[in-house]
């Protein structure tokens, strides 16, 4: 399925812990090369992906179906909505839905314009097939 903002999602041979579906993966990366390799990834693993353009995408996607989605996998300087303003969103509306961020900022997320919370989960671009997939298990079992 190919939606407006930049989205696709494919695949349907997971299946959640809770039902008979795959997991349902958020991704907002407003790099174009980073989320082609992210979806591509994720759906070949499996999962249903949509993929948002940035930050303000995502949030307007995950507002509009909370229920939809098992995991938000959010780059963390974005134009317009940063990946924590994202996070926020998210656990506001669904505070079990897991956030799981990227960054390839230099010096390492806690030296970003935008640090952040201890405790968080962080794939540090760039970053494999592999350690992208493992990431993404662990995050969904948090």
């Known amino acids: 399925m190919s939606v407006e903002h930049g989205l696709s999602s494919t695949s349907r041979t997971h299946s959640s812990s809770l039902t008979n579906r795959p997991p349902v993966i958020l991704v907002a990366e407003d790099d174009d090369a980073v989320r082609t390799f992210v979806v591509a990834a994720l759906q070949q693993a499996g999962y249903v992906v949509v993929a948002a353009v940035n ?12 229920a939809q989605f098992d995991l938000v996998l959010t780059d963390v300087i974005m134009p317009q909505v940063l990946g924590t303003e994202l996070a926020a969103c998210v656990r506001q509306l669904r505070p079990e839905v897991p956030v799981l961020f990227m960054s390839a900022f230099p010096g390492g997320v806690n030296t970003a314009p935008e640090p952040l919370p201890v405790d968080e989960p962080l794939l540090e671009k760039p970053f494999s097939i592999t350690t992208l997939l493992e990431a993404v298990r662990h995050a969904l079992r948090r």
């Open 55 to 66: 930050g303000h995408s995502a949030q307007e996607l995950f507002v509009a179906n909370p």
